[in-house]
């Protein structure tokens, strides 16, 4: 463990990136979800689709927050092609009208950015369903979501190769990211998560985020080994986006901003790795799915723990 902590703190201050956000593809033509675009990376992330001409999907909890973002974004990039649907990843059973609304409007997907999240809330915060508010928020939520799409993913990646456009660009287009977190090496217990334990009780918040970061890497690497083995043509990449000023640090004290703000960068860099593992024809390689990126957007190396068939078994 004593390699991942390393490669974790190396995590923390990257080198300057070596390419920009301009250098992406064109995304004409793709239909993209980003969750919790109204603020923060996913705000960013929602800005350069925009730029690169994607059809873009808001999902937040808030209508106001999320409407008031989309006028910022319309304004901001000229472009109109972005909507909202109503999004509550603390609340499980609400997660299927989502999907549902959003089936009748498109017939197809290309990218999936699991962007929203919380970070150390007050210890017992809980979710509709009683789990650990950074459990279902950052996981639970995360994961039935993606559940749910993986049929609309899976027919649009086919209707792709129909139409050669893998063949013809040497990579997959249809990507999902899960933003993870280096606090998924820091945080959590000894193996990774308490698989005996699933609703947190009795943890303290900075365990559970980690387990919740922790999760998403395993998630991520249980989608990717499952495309791979029935061919879908589809990337699922988990990605740490960097120490960013952003709302996830809401809960914290003054004094845990006076030192990190210290150590945190803008969201102009944030949005770079998750983009990276999105929209780059080199991490839509087959041969890359299931890779772990880091800032900015470097090919890294996950805690082991969460590369553990056991533990992905467990999934």
Excluded at 66 to 84: N, S
Excluded at 108 to 125: D, K, R, Y
Excluded at 260 to 281: C, F, N
Excluded at 283 to 298: F, V
Aim: proline share 6%; aromatic share 10%.
């Amino acid at each position: 463990m004593s390699w991942a902590y390393f490669n974790a703190i190396k995590e923390i201050l990257p080198p300057k990136p070596t390419w920009s956000v301009d250098d992406l593809p064109d995304q004409t033509g793709n239909v993209a979800i980003v969750t919790g675009g109204n603020t923060g990376i996913g705000k960013a992330i929602c800005e350069v689709l925009l730029r690169k001409n994607a059809k873009v999907y808001l999902l937040a909890r808030s209508e106001d927050k999320a409407l008031e973002a989309i006028k910022d974004l319309k304004e901001q990039t000229g472009k109109k092609d972005i909507h909202f649907i109503k999004l509550d990843l603390g609340d499980l059973t609400t997660i299927k009208s989502t999907v549902k609304e959003f089936e009748t409007k498109e017939e197809n997907l290309h990218l999936l950015f699991n962007n929203a999240g919380v970070m150390f809330p007050p210890n017992g915060s809980k979710t509709k369903q009683g789990y650990e508010l950074q459990l279902g928020t950052n996981s639970l939520g995360p994961i039935l979501l993606t559940n749910l799409l993986l049929p609309i993913l899976i027919k649009t990646s086919q209707s792709l190769l129909v139409k050669n456009e893998v063949k013809e660009k040497g990579y997959n287009i249809i990507r999902i990211i899960n933003l993870s977190s280096n606090g998924h090496v820091f945080f959590p217990p000894k193996g990774g998560f308490n698989f005996l334990n699933p609703n947190f009780d009795f943890l303290d918040s900075k365990s559970s985020y980690g387990q919740s970061k922790f999760l998403n890497v395993i998630h991520s690497l249980v989608i990717a080994k499952e495309m791979k083995k029935n061919n879908y043509n589809i990337n699922c990449h988990p990605s740490n986006p960097g120490g960013i000023k952003s709302d996830l640090h809401r809960y914290q004290n003054w004094l845990y901003h006076l030192f990190v703000d210290r150590l945190t960068y803008p969201l102009d860099l944030g949005r770079m790795t998750p983009l990276y593992a999105g929209l780059s024809p080199e991490a839509g390689k087959p041969d890359q799915n299931g890779s772990y990126y880091i800032p900015w957007g470097r090919k890294g190396s996950a805690n082991p723990d969460a590369c553990d068939e056991e533990n992905t078994e467990k999934m």
